[in-house]
């Protein structure tokens, strides 16, 4: 997979000749290696930052650094008043990158669009099951019952036809899934019997041009100077892969890189310390909860799970589990995300009015389990902890606790189940920004026996969060999000703990870095500085 | 000769068969299904679920599974991993060289280091050089990898900076892959300079993995040179006269060596098996960590081949172990 080499080496050459200190390039400390190259076809952020955030656009781009949605490759659009239809007029004189066995022959048009949904949506797509496509996000995301079709008005006009209204539309279309590819490109490589390259060797519209991978060693990109923005500040960018934190640290510290994600909790005030590293911080786009199973006794009483979530010590949980990187939740959705109810407030701790509180709903002696998640992830970095400082806080009201675990798959599957034995620590990590992808996804009705791990069906709450669906303005789903989490506040389906906060080392040297809330790595507007 | 490898050869047919058959098993008895695994917190509709079972083939009987693995397996298929949907035996090739240059520099440093120190503690038995050399040995082979390679980081690569951190080769010289081991290809870029910083990017992942063998191959060597020196030729040869070199490099050592070499063989399978700590502390692009996350991620195609090849490549080390037995000692070529 090395394309465009004579020019890439020469660069690089250039590169050694002008000293590891060169201003052009950017080095990132990347966790892990991209499952791929083709954002559709896959779930994880690794393969994201280098992919979709680097080489492609989409029809809609998150604001780096909030969750705004602003015009990509299409510069404008207008929906329906029964809002199922979305008319996007495209932007013009967009240029595709080229490698080694492609040049582009034409810019960006309408063909691209139509491609890019049609090969995840339509079986009979010759790219459907190319890579062994399974389409997750696309799947996921309710696409294939959402869009009816795809039409093209002329070259630079494409209308979404929906088969229901779907206010968060728009915001869906700036995800990875729904990165532009080159249908010219696709068509080139099935004609020449190599249609893996699109994921192997992508082409796409973004800052970046790809240039090489080492599984597991490194991803080299350069500048893409026909960039229909901007061209990037920094010329070349590579992904130095270092699975390590620890490692990762060294290495930023030695000048190897300057810029790593996800440092361990333990090291982050060192950093603070040392002059050679700022540290940016946000709150993440995440919430991890412990979520009751509303269907089975005493936990079908929300005063009962009130009194619950009345007994447990989140700062302790902050204090231990976070060491500090993270901050209390009090909502299902975390504060970056618009329509957050800053109203509410928590359910003080107060271990003897829970004890009370269960004494007076005639529950004494319960016992319980408690499910520890066997993985750690930004929302829970620690759940066999955290589950242990839950046992003992409910232990202080006499509610007995043991704590189970299995397997990941095995966990994620039985807890969907809606006889579940036990409450769940679990957590989710938006997608779009949008209130519908925590509540719909984690409270709504359809999630019960699946993502909704509550098994929680309540009916002013869903009529809230489906009024909203179909809303047209922010400010109107606003209030009625902000409704629904007053709701969810009084039944308390779940104990909502924590929210984790996003830390990013970097070299001093680094300019205009924006910690994204939607956990993107974004290297599109950094510059280094001489 | 030939009748002693046709022999050994023969051997592998029952292993191969054996070792397809664990790993198919095992890794479809552990729990968790890549399925789910795959669609992680999002979950997936019980209709999807179906979909992907049958596009994965998890729908048929497991006997027809395997069957088609094995079909698969003798045309040279072992499949597409299910999570960056590349062939295996791709993927395999491409991080394989990676961990076999690591590897070979690691057995190297320890034979070069082990053997003599072993010697040397066996001669001076009981005396300070042997104390000291047997207790540094045993710190060796209790040492958590984890450990020993941040510390040598911190100090050889943050503190005094003689070292690079992690990697292969410094990220500003790039050059095709010709061999895949990191030492040739950059003397064939012809690139200045790429040589010595792939070198010297190999020193502190060398260090770290060759140690515990290293401290193998010292015990190894000075037990069995203990007990060959302790022999009654070894006593005739020092009462003929013989020079004291002599009679340990020529008569003791070649008869000492056989349990070495049988040691550094299975040393040396482990390795290739994937220095999983090593490779992921040092960012070294091997199939440690490959074969790891595949675990992780129920990845079959990739835990079966990746299994399967490692098995073969040990075979292939067994069998140049044996064949370097028979040439040290004519009556196993014999036997």
Partial sequence: MKFSRTIT?????????????????LVYCSEGSPEGFDP?????????????????????????GTTNVIPGLAESWEVSEDGTEYTFNLRQGVKFHGNDQFTPSRDFNADDVIFSFMRQGDPENPYNQVSGGTWEYFNGMSMPDLIKEIVKVDDYTVKFVLARPEAPMISNLAMGFASIMSKEYA???????????????????GP??????????????????????????????????????????QKLQAGECHVMPYPNPADIQAMKDNPDVNVMEQQGLNVGYLAYNTQLPPFDNPKVRKALN????????????????????????????????DAIEDDAFDPDAAKAALEAEGVSDLSMKVWAMPVQRPYNPNARRMAELIQADFSNIGVDVEIVSYEWGEYLDRSKAVDRDGAVLLGWTGDNGDPDNFLAVLLGCDGVGGSNRAQWCHEPFEKLIQDAKVLPTQEERAKLYEEAQVVFKEQAPWATIAHSVVFMPMRPEVEGYKVHPLGGHIFYGVSLAE | MLKFLLSRLLTFVPTFIGVTLISFSFIRLLPGDPIIVMAGERGVSAERYAELQAQFGFDRPLVIQYWDYMTGVLRGDLGTSFVTKKPVFEEFFALFPATLELSICAMIFAVVLGLPAGIIAAINRGKLFDRALMSTALVGYSMPIFWWALLMIIVFSGWLGWTPVSGRISLLFYFDDVTGFMLIDSLLSGQAGAFRSAAVHLILPTIVLGTIPLAVIARQTRSAMLEVLSEDYIRTARAKGLPPNRVTFIHALRNA???????????VGTLLGGAILTESIFSWPGIGKWMLDSIYRRDYPVVQGGLLLIAVMVMIVNLTVDVLYGLINPKIRKA
């Avoid at chain 1, 559709?40 to 780096?64: M, N, P, Q, R, V």
Wanted: with cysteine.
């Fill in chain 1, 9 to 25: 080496a020469a660069m690089m050459c250039a590169t050694a000749l002008a000293g590891a200190a060169s201003a052009q390039t």
């Fill in chain 1, 40 to 64: 559709a076809l896959y779930t994880s952020g690794t393969t994201f930052d280098a992919s979709e955030h680097t080489i492609y656009d989409k029809l809609t781009l998150f604001e780096t």
């Fill in chain 1, 187 to 205: 068509d080139a490589m099935l004609e020449a019997g190599t249609p893996e390259m699109l994921n192997q060797a992508p082409i796409g519209t």
């Fill in chain 1, 208 to 249: 970046f041009k790809f240039v090489a991978y080492q599984k597991d060693a490194v991803v080299r990109y350069m500048r893409n100077d026909d960039y229909w923005r901007d061209p990037a500040a920094i010329e070349n960018l590579v992904f130095a892969i270092t699975p390590d934190a620890s490692v990762r640290y």
């Fill in chain 1, 310 to 341: 009345m007994a447990i010590d989140k700062q302790a949980i902050i204090d231990v589990v976070f060491q500090g990187s993270g901050e209390i939740a009090k909502n299902p959705i975390p504060p970056t995300i618009w329509s957050y109810n």
């Fill in chain 2, 257 to 267: 060596l056989i349990p070495v070499v049988t040691v550094v063989g299975l040393l």
